[in-house]
């Protein structure tokens, strides 16, 4: 897709398909296995073992669960990831939430779309860009995670707090359409677990009382180490 292309319009006029990144990652893991192109380049020792479960998971549209002690590259493995993105994606200009401008998500790229029609702007997303980490540590919270209530948009924008637009949305959220890596996911309290289950098998996410059904696009990778797996696990 031409990555010059500045609106909506153009866009839809350049014959552009939305697809989820799980889709877009297993075409463009499809694509590397016909062309026996590597992989996960640089990972030496588990071409027969590691890298074709991986494949399968891929191949699957699974969100990624690393089992391994430390220094084995779960974390490598995850960054290499991004190489099986497609190098650029469209983006709704001034979205927080990488919306697409096909199938927006959020209230800002849907009321923009609303009054600007083909007009709306979009930018490019490189896939380097597409890429989140988060280490779990016990004082990680929700809202770090997930979102909180923001008095002070609620301030300026003049808002009351029961209006969605005060929220303001954590890592998650804002890491739409992109990979997003939690690493040692036993240390993460386990309020903070269920609520990531939630995510991953209902599509909504709750702040604060708000309920918001949010179809985020997101490809999980978790890792985790067996030592660790004590009470936490």
Partial sequence: M??????????????????????????????????????????????????PQLER???????????????????????????????YIPVVSGSEMNDDPLNPISRYAQDLIAEHGDK?????????????EKLATPDVTIADLIGDIDPIKASNLKLNYSDERVLHFGMIPRANRCIFVINELPDLQARIQVALFNIL??????????KLRLPLDLHFVFTANPEDYTNRG
């Fill in 2 to 51: 031409n990555a010059t292309i500045k609106t909506l319009g153009q866009l839809r006029k350049a014959g552009y398909v939305s697809k989820s990144i799980k889709i877009e990652l297993r075409d463009n893991l499809i694509v590397a296995l016909k062309n026996e192109l590597p992989t996960f380049p640089g990972m030496h020792g588990y071409e027969q073992t590691v890298i």
């Fill in 57 to 87: 998971a891929i191949l699957s549209k699974h969100n990624i669960n690393l089992l391994g002690l430390r220094g084995q590259g779960k974390t490598r493995i995850a960054r290499l990831m991004i190489n099986l993105l497609d190098e």
């Fill in 120 to 132: 709306t702007p979009i930018y490019w997303l490189h896939r380097s860009e597409r890429f989140f």
């Fill in 201 to 210: 098998e209902e599509g909504d996410i709750q702040i604060r009382g708000f």
